[in-house]
């Protein structure tokens, strides 16, 4: 769900999930009442709303099949105003890329898209768009070279272009970059100066916008840092202001202020933390919110600069993230929506942050969520495995599936092992061709930690998880198979050699690179870290769960898995349904976590 205010402060545009879709509804602010809805049909999902102007906004719209489905399709964008009229989609190819630049703030008719076609290996050519036609003309002035990437001020106007172009012999990430810029609107492009940002190939670089006053650039990087941080970059003297960084953690989010510009950054060592670098004027109603909501995950979605009102999230552990409208002129928060149904918020267990060292020394976080009103004593517990693996890790906050464990009776365990994501960029490539080995290492140190700790009992554990954490629950009971009663599979990777065959990450050459530098070329290693290949080793209860137009982790994952336990005559309970890359469809929700909580029961249950 999302929740924003329109400029004039007289609507709210609110998305929300029903079945496999996720609708909007616009609402008067005044009188709560539905002004207008939008559905886009079975798997349609609207993953951003933007408002154009006090009247109009527009909506980005993609194919998703599976909540775990981190792609999707390509996105198309509809506008309409806030009564549903003068609708209509303005922007559609299956053949280009497209993205939105700039909104252009001053100019409430038009808005400034990037074009990349496939013919031209997605070089983007900048174009103003009319919101209420569809009219799209072309802008000249770009760099010569062909770029990929353009960024505007505050106002609109071009002032930052990358290309990047990476040879076969170039390691994934690890191609010839370009930076060029604009001093002011009206000089000519220049290229930037990369090693006097400490760029080396292979290093985090984003621009992230323009300050206010158009001589200054916001970038996000981690060159010659363990961790990204965010600097402001002079565009006259090309050198660098360190604004925000964590030593042990990356930025999770730039803080953008009312105005648009870069006000602070988050961060999430083990709690949400803020770090602002301009508290002036109307921003400091951040930081005071912040201050108010310490133990929060705090989050500003709008504003309507005519009304002095601003909308903002704000999510715990033990409360499901709503929605409140600020009254910036009172300092007053009142309730919009919730994005959950009725919650008791009593019931739900507390997650708390731990800290252990792997068996190789390795610093890991996690997070352990006793069930509410238990004793942290010799519990039946269940480790919980993130997805990705590289990329995503787990975060503080109101999780749902935790919390419907933990209900159960169970600990839940969290570890942000090697090879995930936001511990800067050596971490996450600590585990490339670590799957199945110091990788699950990582897992099991927790577990045995927890076990050490006495909160767990050691012989009630179970282990879960989606995708890789699928992959992971299996390798679980082959290399630890005394440690854990029973495993959970869903939707998950079975099979290496299958991966690098099947699926849509092989289909593209930027994904066969990827495949090779996680994996590796050796087909024995492969075979020897992949489930499919080691069932003889398994002596715990396995429930596997899968959708049959999963495009992500195929069922060549699933029958590859299946097939050699039925060689062996190895007992398992499946589920397989017509979905994607993670249950949508409130049946196949229902279905999977009931079975989960009768598989618990039966195999770690008192």
């Keep these: 769900m999302d929740v924003k205010i329109s400029p004039g402060g007289d609507y709210y545009s609110l998305t929300y999930n029903e079945d496999t879709e996720r609708k909007l509804v616009i609402l008067n602010k005044e009188s709560g009442k539905?002004?207008?809805?939008?559905?886009?049909?079975?798997?349609?999902?609207?993953?951003?709303?933007?408002?154009?102007?006090?009247?109009?906004?527009?909506?980005?719209?993609?194919?998703?099949?599976?909540?775990?489905?981190?792609?999707?399709?390509?996105?198309?964008?509809?506008?309409?105003?806030?009564?549903?009229?003068?609708?209509?989609?303005?922007?559609?190819?299956?053949?280009?890329?497209?993205?939105?630049?700039?909104?252009?703030?001053?100019?409430?008719?038009?808005?400034?898209?990037?074009?990349?076609?496939?013919?031209?290996?997605?070089?983007?050519?900048?174009?103003?768009?009319?919101?209420?036609?569809?009219?799209?003309?072309?802008?000249?002035?770009?760099?010569?070279?062909?770029?990929?990437?353009?960024?505007?001020?505050?106002?609109?106007?071009?002032?930052?272009?990358?290309?990047?172009?990476?040879?076969d012999k170039q390691n994934l990430g690890e191609g010839d970059l370009s930076v060029y810029f604009k001093q002011t609107i009206n000089d000519d492009w220049k290229s930037l100066n990369?090693?006097?940002?400490?760029?080396?190939?292979?290093?985090?670089?984003?621009?992230?916008?323009?300050?206010?006053?158009?001589?200054?650039?916001?970038?996000?990087?981690?060159?010659?840092?363990?961790?990204?941080?965010?600097?402001?970059?002079?565009?006259?003297?090309?050198?660098?202001?360190?604004?925000?960084?964590?030593?042990?953690?990356?930025?999770?989010?730039?803080?953008?202020?009312?105005?648009?510009?870069?006000?602070?950054?988050?961060?999430?060592?083990?709690?949400?933390?803020?770090?602002?670098?301009?508290?002036?004027?109307?921003?400091?109603?951040?930081?005071?919110?912040?201050?108010?909501?310490?133990?929060?995950r705090l989050e500003f979605t709008s504003h309507s600069k005519r009304k002095n009102l601003a909308v903002f999230r704000a999510e715990a552990d033990t409360s499901p993230a709503a929605f409140y409208l600020y009254d910036i002129n009172s300092k007053k928060a009142t309730f919009i929506a919730a994005t959950t149904e009725a919650v008791d918020k009593k019931s739900l267990s507390m997650m708390e942050p731990f800290r252990i060292k792997s068996r190789d020394g390795i610093d890991l976080n996690g997070y352990l969520t006793i069930p509410k009103g238990l004793a942290d004593k010799n519990l039946p517990a269940v480790v919980v495995v993130h997805g990705g693996p590289h990329g995503p890790r787990d975060y503080w906050g109101y999780n749902k599936e935790v919390q419907y464990i933990a209900s159960l009776g169970y600990a839940v365990i969290q570890v942000n092992f090697r090879g995930s994501g936001g511990y800067g960029r050596a971490f996450e490539k600590s585990g490339y061709q670590k799957w199945g080995n110091e990788m699950q290492n990582d897992v099991t140190d927790a577990t045995h930690?927890?076990?050490?700790?006495?909160?767990?009992?050691?012989?009630?554990?179970?282990?879960?998880?989606?995708?890789?954490?699928?992959?992971?629950?299996?390798?679980?009971?082959?290399?630890?198979?005394?440690?854990?009663?029973?495993?959970?599979?869903?939707?998950?990777?079975?099979?290496?050699?299958?991966?690098?065959?099947s699926g849509d990450i092989p289909t593209t050459e930027q994904g066969r690179k990827f495949l090779d530098m996680v994996h590796g070329i050796d087909m024995a290693d492969m075979q020897a870290r992949s489930p499919s290949f080691n069932v003889d080793k398994i002596k715990a209860k396995l429930f596997i769960a899968h959708g049959e137009d999963d495009v992500r982790v195929p069922m060549e994952q699933y029958n590859a898995l299946t097939d050699a336990l039925d060689k062996i005559d190895y007992a398992y309970e499946s589920m397989v349904r017509d979905e994607g890359h993670g249950y949508h469809k409130k049946k196949n929700q229902t279905d999977f976590y009931t079975k989960m909580a009768s598989f618990f029961a039966e195999n770690i249950g008192k």
């Design 34 to 167: 539905i002004t207008a809805a939008f559905s886009f049909g079975e798997y349609q999902r609207i993953n951003s709303v933007v408002w154009l102007n006090d009247e109009r906004l527009m909506m980005s719209v993609a194919k998703t099949v599976g909540y775990l489905d981190t792609k999707g399709g390509r996105p198309y964008y509809v506008v309409a105003n806030y009564d549903g009229s003068n609708r209509r989609e303005i922007l559609f190819s299956t053949t280009s890329s497209l993205r939105v630049i700039s909104t252009l703030p001053s100019d409430k008719n038009n808005i400034l898209v990037t074009k990349g076609h496939y013919n031209d290996d997605f070089s983007v050519k900048i174009h103003k768009l009319n919101i209420y036609t569809g009219k799209m003309d072309y802008i000249a002035g770009q760099p010569k070279e062909d770029v990929f990437g353009i960024t505007t001020d505050i106002e609109g106007n071009p002032r930052i272009a990358f290309h990047y172009q990476e040879n």
């Design 194 to 296: 990369l090693e006097k940002l400490k760029y080396k190939k292979g290093d985090t670089l984003a621009f992230l916008g323009m300050n206010l006053a158009g001589n200054k650039a916001y970038i996000l990087s981690d060159s010659g840092r363990k961790t990204t941080a965010i600097y402001t970059l002079d565009l006259q003297s090309q050198e660098l202001l360190l604004l925000a960084g964590h030593n042990s953690v990356d930025i999770l989010n730039p803080i953008i202020g009312p105005k648009g510009d870069v006000i602070g950054a988050t961060f999430d060592p083990d709690y949400p933390q803020y770090q602002y670098f301009d508290t002036s004027g109307e921003n400091a109603i951040y930081k005071d919110l912040s201050d108010s909501f310490k133990n929060y």
């Design 449 to 501: 930690w927890a076990i050490k700790q006495g909160i767990v009992d050691p012989n009630r554990i179970c282990i879960y998880g989606g995708s890789y954490g699928g992959y992971s629950a299996l390798m679980g009971v082959i290399r630890e198979p005394d440690l854990y009663k029973c495993a959970i599979g869903y939707v998950g990777v079975y099979s290496l050699p299958e991966m690098k065959e």
